[in-house]
């Protein structure tokens, strides 16, 4: 049975109660859950599980998603199988990650209705974000701009709206090349897509605000030549600064 991500309907849930549907080892599969497993650059979500009417409570160390299951990494002798449990994210880690991701997507799309090119890679850390794009020249007069247009577009207030499409539709739509689809694994039957109303439409997986302006401003901190090709960016939020 597969796991129901319910971070990818709802980011903002930070507690819910699941059942334990597998265990092995100090990992535990459940039913549903709230966790981001990681990927696509950003860091797997931070918090707890807690059974027996709290008796019991156990850190999440690691998480991963395997064909479909997510599995939780405890540090603490595992529930067995059937056991009622709680799962509490580090909402503080998690809001971060939320708007650091956004503002993320938000560079991605503004660099390619300037320049065209794809992100080629990139990582986000609780307090900052690095991203790759394949170019050749990116001046520094560029870069002021690009931060201005990014900050500009948080500005507006863009309501941020997520829904699952049947992959063939989501490979018919024209224009979709910021999140490299055929980078995506080939047994998703379904692709969620990001519709930053009014202002573009992508693919993604990962944990999103729901208007723009809830990620406050960033700024681009550092430029690095990568290689001939590939201009790497780094972006911090603003009151991190």
């Known amino acids: 049975m597969k796991t129901k991500l319910l971070y990818q309907t709802n980011s903002y849930t930070y507690e819910c109660s699941a059942k334990v549907v597998a265990v092995s080892g100090d990992e535990v599969a459940l039913d549903a859950t709230i966790f981001y497993p990681g990927g696509g650059g950003q860091m797997a979500d931070r918090g707890t599980l807690s059974w027996d009417q709290s008796a019991y409570q156990s850190h999440i160390i690691a998480i991963s998603n395997r064909n479909g299951v997510v ?3 405890l540090d603490y002798l595992p529930p067995h ?4 449990v709680t799962e509490t994210i580090d909402w503080n880690f998690r809001y971060r990650s939320m708007r650091t991701h956004t503002a993320f997507l938000l ?26 794009f394949a170019m050749e020249y990116l001046e520094k007069d560029r870069i002021v701009e690009l931060e201005q247009r990014v900050n500009a577009v948080i500005e507006a207030d863009h309501p941020i709206h997520t829904y699952m499409l049947p992959r063939e539709k989501a490979y018919a739509l024209s224009g979709l090349v910021r999140a490299k689809m055929n980078l995506l694994p080939p047994h998703l039957e379904e692709i969620r897509m ?11 997986n990962g944990t999103l605000v ?6 406050g401003g960033v700024q681009i901190m550092r430029s690095e030549n990568k290689g001939r090709l590939n201009k790497r960016l780094e972006i911090v939020l603003k009151d991190a600064l």
């Not at 199988?81 to 009622?84: D, H, Q």
């Not at 729901?210 to 990620?215: G, V, Y």
Request: aromatic letters at 10%.
């Open 194 to 204: 990001v519709d930053i109303v009014g202002f573009d439409l992508q693919t993604d």
């Open 210 to 215: 729901n208007h723009t302006r809830e990620i």
């Open 81 to 84: 199988s059937g056991t009622e």
């Open 71 to 73: 599995w939780h990494t």
């Open 107 to 132: 560079l991605c799309s503004v660099i390619w209705r300037e320049f065209g090119v794809q992100v080629s890679g990139g990582q986000i850390y609780p307090d900052r974000a690095r991203m790759d």
